[in-house]
């Protein structure tokens, strides 16, 4: 337990130029913009438990620490990594006596709150229930899927967007001017193609863009003037080329989108989330099996070579390995993308599982049985079969289904590519043509 929210003169400068007020605090104007839910519970003190979640850099901790400026309440901060039920019930004990002896709340802040185990977030579930304690936790991944839904459930959970090119602009320009905290004491020229770049490097991450600014003046000399001029190539060296976050649920997020492009037929969009994808370091056989999944249910029959094009690159990926495979998988994208669709094979399996898994099966029809043994005909297995070789177009009426479901039409069809040929066959065998 400690009070992270102290400033000291030689913490890093994102941390000391964090913002103390409501007024200071860079965006989120969704959460805390004039008459929001979470500024008007913050003003009057009335904020009840609350997940903060959002990625890195984007204000979770910041807005926890001007609350804890602006509430009469105690507050306290734990990390989920660092922090085990001992230390909460140390948290629950002083907060229950602070509550009896003074009538003083306590918030108890929790960064990284995905982290805990069930058995951590059980044991603050009846402090949460009492009163007792107002719990924030702070977390970069989606709660829905990160955390136990006890938990959750108690909790208003508040989603915080990454900051824009513009709040970040605002960040760094705020750091340069500042005398008390940042470095306004200082003749510092800053290029507006630097800022730019760091602004658009950063990706809505404060923390980023401030240290970058920092590493840029503290290893910029002064010219004879007195003058620190950080120009472009500076801040490109000062700002390392970002790495894609990707937690479970922004990977889940991602893949989903990915799946989505390749059904809706968008090659561009496909082949973007196919990259990002690919940079954040997923497994790219995990990117052909999708592929190969969505030439069956998206693509089927309506375009078969697809499927091709889909076993080809995952072939290709065995056989060549990335970097060069990336080309076979871009260009099985694009085939899936650019098919015509049809989801009747998705449609034809599904309802025929969805049968077998009624049950009631009878015994398969005499001219259907396996004639493959010495002896069969004793027993008739195979009377009556007929052999649509021996006929007309190599085709002949004869029913095929089990009885139990007899007159089912599990595939139909479509109009889309292949598909439109293989309709009109059947509509020839059924006498509709």
């Not at 992270?4 to 913009?33: K, N, Y």
């Not at 492009?261 to 561009?268: C, I, K, V």
Request: charged content about 25%; proline content about 5%; glycine content about 8%.
């Amino acid at each position: 337990m400690s009070d992270l929210f102290s400033m000291d003169s030689s913490a890093p400068l994102a941390d000391r130029m964090r913002p103390r007020t409501l007024e200071e605090f860079i965006g989120q104007e969704h959460l805390v913009g004039q008459g929001r839910l979470l500024r008007r519970a913050i003003e009057a003190d009335r904020l009840t438990s609350s997940i903060f979640f959002g990625p890195p850099g984007c204000g979770k901790t910041t807005l926890a620490s001007i609350i804890a400026g602006a509430t009469k309440a105690h507050f306290v901060q734990l990390n989920a990594v660092t922090s085990g039920v001992a230390d909460v019930r140390d948290v629950l004990k002083a907060a229950q006596e602070r509550r009896a002896l003074y009538g003083q709340p306590t918030y108890l802040l929790l960064d990284e709150c995905h982290r805990w185990s069930k058995a951590q977030s059980d044991s603050i579930l009846p402090a949460i229930e009492r009163g007792i304690i107002r719990f924030i936790g702070s977390t970069t991944e989606n709660p829905m899927v990160a955390m136990t839904p006890a938990i959750v459930s108690r909790c208003r959970v508040f989603q915080f967007q990454a900051l824009n090119e513009g709040h970040i602009m605002t960040a760094m320009k705020r750091a340069l001017a500042d005398k008390e905290r940042g470095y306004g004491q200082l003749n510092i020229c800053m290029d507006d193609a630097a800022l730019h770049h760091i602004a658009r490097i950063a990706g809505g991450d404060t923390r980023a863009a401030l240290g970058a600014v920092e590493l840029a003046v503290l290893t910029t000399p002064a010219d004879e003037d007195g003058v620190i001029h950080v120009d472009l190539a500076v801040a490109e060296e000062s700002i390392q080329k970002p790495m894609m976050r990707c937690d479970e649920s922004l990977y889940y997020d991602m893949l989903s989108a990915f799946c989505k492009s390749l059904r809706g037929s968008d090659s561009d969009a496909a082949l973007a989330w196919f990259a990002r994808l690919i940079y954040a370091g997923v497994d790219p056989r995990i990117i052909c099996r999708r592929i190969i999944a969505h030439a069956s249910e998206d693509v089927g029959v309506a375009n078969p070579i697809a499927m091709l094009q889909a076993q080809a690159a995952a072939a290709d990926l065995e056989f060549v390995g990335m970097p060069e495979a990336r080309l076979p998988i871009a260009q099985a994208i694009i085939a899936v993308c650019e098919s015509p669709k049809s989801n009747a094979v998705s449609a034809a399996v599904d309802a025929a599982m969805a049968d077998a898994e009624k049950g009631g099966f009878g015994p398969v029809p005499v001219h259907l049985r396996d004639t493959h043994y010495a002896g069969h005909e004793r027993i008739g297995s195979g009377d009556g079969y007929k052999y649509p070789h021996n006929f007309p177009g190599h085709w002949v009426r004869q029913e095929y289904m089990p009885p139990e479901v007899r007159g089912r039409k599990y595939y139909q069809p479509t109009e889309m590519g292949h598909e439109a040929t293989i309709l009109r066959n059947h509509q020839v065998r059924e006498g509709k043509k």
